[in-house]
């Protein structure tokens, strides 16, 4: 009779929440339920096996008999303590720290999915946050025994988070799969379109002195400004060996750790938005000039991780903080007023104008918006900030209006253009 019993609870059917997270799916059987494991790098294994979060509905039923959808938050640490060696131990401690702080006394089984499956949720964020009490901001730096890579991605947590458990949360359930791609794609493309006019050019330093520079498709010049990709592809061109260095450097040592944090898709809308800012802004404030360089996005990163290194400063850990703070700040201001010299000094070419400073502002601007509501919501989803609505509206407000500028503000103002090169 027992061994009957037991069969008939290994058949039990489990559940699963559909991407909404509306409703309950049934699943034929609990039979094959995949077992957690992380792909990619081989340093990086788990110590011990999970199951999927639909495998608990089966448990969560046990304690919500009426299938409200909550249980008390005594009951689910009891549900805790009795399955948690399921659980990746990361995992375990969050889950724990929502129990422990709850204020209504009970816990969703949606809250719990989100938790299992990493969803950018309002429920993930509190628990993290309420987390913060039961874990100690150096406790990682405690460990010991790591490999190279696992110390590496250590540092990673400590320069970009602020707070302890997130910076344990990341590094428990970081893969390299995928990797940092779209700023690596993006710096070895601006290093081959370099490499490619430098040839073509012959010339390597302050290439935009060439009368032969702006005779390409991918500068942006205001004579060719109905070309709309132009308002994108600058980024690839760069006035010279010094300019490509710098944007090169910032790229890989702040782009890069940022992209392993908060994923390729985040980071690369605030570069873009960053890059497509530039260009209108120099439309708008520099109606002649050409625009060249990837500086508008590289600063909406650089200024939107300063920003938030700055507003988080208690809970930043990374070493040096203020003298790297002023290093950054210096380098900036040098290449920024490299920029500023460029654009008023004489051209050697005269039918050409010097390229416009006025992206780097525009980079800036994006990046204390937009670029710091993305960092600062780590695995949080950003349609629930009502900021982010803010400055997406005003964001897009200023393309409109820059597009209908550059429409018919030139004819307006009677803007005389040169022939474009």
């Known amino acids: 009779m027992e061994e009957r019993e037991r069969e008939a609870q290994n058949r039990e059917p489990s559940v699963s929440v559909n991407s909404e997270g509306d409703g309950i799916v049934e699943l034929e059987s609990t039979e094959g339920l995949p077992m957690g494991t992380e792909d990619g790098c081989p340093n990086r294994q788990l110590s011990k096996p999970v199951l999927d979060p639909q495998h608990w509905k089966v448990f969560f039923d046990q304690f919500d008999p009426t299938n409200t959808g909550y ?12 399955h948690g060696s399921e659980l ?22 949606q809250d719990f999915v989100n938790l299992m499956s990493n969803k950018r949720s309002n429920s993930f964020h509190r628990a993290i946050h309420l987390g913060n009490h039961r874990l100690r901001a150096d406790s990682l730096l405690e460990e010991t025994g790591l490999t190279l890579s696992q110390r ?13 458990l997130d910076r344990k949360w990341y590094y428990d359930s970081y893969t390299c799969c995928p ?27 302050l290439q935009i002195t060439h009368p032969s520079y702006l005779n390409n498709p991918l500068v942006y010049q205001p004579q060719l400004r109905s070309q709309v990709w132009r308002y994108l592809s600058y ?67 650089v200024s939107a991780h300063l920003a938030n290194v700055v507003m988080s400063w208690s809970g930043m850990r990374c070493q040096f903080k203020l003298v790297r703070m002023g290093i950054a700040m210096i380098c900036m201001s040098l290449e920024f007023g490299r920029a500023v010299w460029l654009r008023f000094h004489p051209p050697a070419y005269p039918a050409c104008t010097q390229p416009s400073f006025v992206a780097h502002l525009g980079g800036v601007m994006v990046g204390i918006t937009l670029g710091v509501v993305v960092l600062r919501n780590y695995e949080q989803r950003l349609h629930e900030q009502s900021i982010w609505w803010i400055f997406l509206l005003i964001y897009l407000v200023f393309v409109f ?15 005389r253009l040169p022939s474009p090169a």
């Open 88 to 109: 990746e131990p990361h995992k375990l401690e969050v889950l724990l720290a929502l129990a422990d702080n709850n204020s209504e006394g009970k816990v969703c089984y």
């Open 152 to 164: 590496f991605i250590r540092h990673i947590a400590y320069e970009t988070l602020p707070r302890g």
């Open 235 to 301: 980024i690839f061109m760069h006035v010279g060996v010094e300019h490509l260095g710098f944007n090169v450097v910032l790229q890989l040592l702040v782009g890069v750790p940022l992209e392993m944090v908060h994923g390729a898709l985040r980071i690369s809308f605030v570069y873009l938005a960053g890059v497509l800012a530039g260009s209108l802004a120099a439309s708008v404030a520099d109606m002649t000039a050409p625009v060249a360089g990837s500086s508008g996005g590289v600063y909406a990163l």
């Open 179 to 205: 990797p940092p791609w779209f700023m690596l794609t993006i710096t070895i493309l601006e290093i081959a379109v370099f490499v490619y006019y430098g040839l073509v050019l012959e010339k390597w330093v």
């Open 71 to 82: 249980i008390s938050t005594e009951k689910f640490r009891n549900l805790l303590q009795a």
């Open 401 to 415: 209006f820059a597009v209908l500028w550059n429409i018919f503000a030139y004819s307006l103002l009677d803007i």
